[in-house]
């Protein structure tokens, strides 16, 4: 039969542990202790030096001349570095003499640990032999070796004192079979007819043995984990000693060394450090503070503990003044800390700063959020108006804010923009320099709708116009530093969440912040130089629930609609009973829409369509319109009544008509500019004045504008007449485009329904574009025509 014990070149059959496993564990306690020692022993004596130091700069405090000023400093530094390198020596020695005694304990646990592994190892081998051997004489006896009365044949006893119990019993006992001498089993009478006794009690004595051979081998194993976690923790104990300027600046907060592995420690020590960065010393010692500071904000940027307390403890104008410092102290600062008015706040800075206030607010209450938030703007917005503070400071509390942190943060940070916003004064300059700040407060906003809707778009409608006025209106004077695209996000985000609402009144002030967005925009955020082409794309988005409205309105504001009385510009408020189309009876619900100025918003839809980019969000907003109102005319309740189905389409018409003709505006407005240009170089050059008295510049773009094929300075209409030119082209393919597909789609879903040809086009006669004189075409032309090309009276 096959043995039970395991095979292998280890006691009992076992295989033999790996090399390093199960053996004494290295290290020595007494070298750590004396190290240890040796080190307190420096450590002492540093101080013994200091003290001197100390006593020599006292004796010096009472002379003045320009020698001993350079001595004192000179003590004092050595003194300074005696202190550090003192306390250094004091940690690294308190982290060897715990790691000694760690050592030592675990060391001794892992020896128990061997001695009784190695006991039970002696008692796995002694009952695996006799499990062995009881096992051939109980085959033996199965196999039938002697007859039952034969010649050497063991008669079978069944006395009460061989039974199973009494075998069992404590004679048999492992603690009795483990003792310190083996004289082998005890004689069991009728051995072996009762060899299935022996084997039953050294099978279970096997498992005990076994069980305490993998307990010893547990313990040694949790003595070596002890261990070496212990190893771990002293490295990087001793290597965050290591970290010289990390450490300088600790120790020069006043902090012991020792504490440096505490994360609260370090914070409170940072935090401390602050004030060194602007007083004290010559300009190269501060700037080594700032440099100090960085290190130990960057290396600490993933700490948790370590910005809850550092937070706790310092303010976000402490932070700045320390970081980059007002007035001529600015000159000391690093280009890599954001020194100087061109320069940018160094990126890991940044992100440790961001990433540390966002684990500083995961411990936050919403009111400490706020609180937050409210201090990082408003510490900065202080001294934003002030020539001397440097305009780094604001891209530091940008850092401060990124868009991920809670909603209370940044609505506290917007209670402090708001605040600042109504007291400051005007041309001030202070808006340029806390651009950065805004920006970051928008994309917070835009990154929590509800918020975003809330504040750009309060409940209380007297104060959706300065929301507006002050988001959406106002422009630094070197234009958005990301392009326009936070405050454009924002407002898409909070028109969104009103649009999408069931509520009306959240309908309500939607609509009315795009009302007073109307007039905002084109003296405010479209300014922007370089406006970038997804800040267009959001807010052709704000504008996507209203396109239904655009062709009414522009007609209805044009002198030359050809309407018998022209309706005055409406002041900004919401139209709770706007239509897409007259008589559809409810038939095509539409979310409130908003008074709009129609030459307000063609200077909108114009500056966000100048390049390919911006205008084919515009053009995403038309089709997507064009659909919806094919899905619309073609749904059930229009195959019963068609009728209102021709009026659906011919408006949708004229609401594209009037918004793809505001995204030609540009182009008619430049031309008239240089028409502009021509006629007054014309009429000066009549008059005698010559080219040269009204500048080089005025008159190289006109011979520009000349240069073209056919085209003559003496002509001053031939930049508009060619503009117009393109125009019209551009206006007859859009024509093709949006009411050939909407009358195509209009036929083949009545062809679906079983109607011939004939019956299907009778049905949608109205809406077949038949050339320029037809009816879709016509109330394409006249809204397109009057948002390009407006006539001189139409504003």
Sequence with gaps: MTPVGREGDGPGGRPAPPAGELCPLPGSPPALVDAATAAGRAAAGLEDARARLLRVRSALDGQRSTAVERARERVTAAGDAARTS????????????????????????????????????????????????????????????AAPGAEGSVPVVSSPAVSGTAVSGAAWSG??????????????????????LRLAAAERELAAARADVAAAEARWRAARETKDEASRRAAAALASLADVRAVRAITAAGAEPAGFQASGDAARSVVALLPRATSGGDAAARRAVREDLRHVLTAHADDPAFWAVFWDDASPAQLYEALIPRGPGAADVPAALGGGLGQALDGELARALGEGIGLWAQTASPEEQGDLGRLVVGDVAAGAGSPLTPAGRAEVAAALLPASLPAAVHAGADDALDAWWSE??????????????????????????????????????????????????????????????AVARAFATAVDVGTASPDRGDQARAALLVSHATEALPVGLLRTPGLADDAAGSVALAYEPYVPVIGDVSQAQSPTSGKAGVEPVPAP????????????????????????????????????????????????????YSEWVLEQAT????????????????????????????????????????????????????????????????????????????????????????????IWSTEHGLIDRYATDLYDGVIQHDLGLGLTPDAAAERSSGLKPDGNGSAPATLFDAPFDHLSDPAEDDR
């Design 86 to 145: 003192g306390g250094l020596l004091e940690a690294a020695a308190a982290t060897l003499r715990r790691h000694a005694a760690v050592l030592g304990d675990a060391q001794a646990a892992a020896q128990r640990a061997l001695a009784f592994r190695a006991d039970a190892l002696g008692r796995e081998a002694r009952w695996q032999a006799e499990a062995d051997e009881a096992r051939r004489s109980t085959w033996n006896i199965a196999a039938g070796v």
């Design 175 to 196: 603690a009795a079979w483990s003792g310190a001498a083996w004289s082998g089993p005890p004689a069991l009478p009728g051995d072996p007819a009762h060899a299935h």
């Design 424 to 485: 400051r004064a005007p041309f001030d300059g202070s808006f340029t320099v806390l651009a950065p700040v805004v920006v970051a407060v928008a994309a917070g906003l835009a990154a929590h709708p509800r918020l975003a809707f809330d504040r750009l778009a309060p409940a209380d409608a007297g104060r959706v116009g300065p929301s507006a006025s002050r988001w959406l209106g106002s422009v630094p004077r070197t234009g958005w530093p990301d392009g326009g695209r």
């Design 573 to 624: 408020g919401v139209d709770l009973d706007a239509e897409v189309a007259p008589d559809l009876g409810g038939r095509v619900p539409l979310v409130v829409q908003p008074e709009l100025d129609a030459f307000a918003l063609r200077d909108v839809i114009g500056a966000t369509s100048r390049t390919p980019g911006a205008a084919a969000a515009w053009l995403g907003v038309t089709d997507r």
């Design 635 to 726: 749904s059930e309740g229009f195959d019963v009544d068609t009728g209102p189905r021709v009026p659906l389409v011919q408006e949708a018409l004229s609401d594209i008509g009037a918004l793809t003709g505001g995204m030609q505006a540009e182009t008619i407005d430049t031309a008239r500019a240089q028409v502009d240009t021509r006629e007054t170089v014309l009429a000066l050059a009549g008059t005698g004045v010559g080219y040269l008295r009204f500048g080089s510049r005025v008159v190289t773009e006109a011979v520009g504008l000349a240069s073209g094929p056919a085209l003559s300075l003496f002509d001053p209409e031939a930049p508009l007449d060619d503009a117009r030119e393109r």
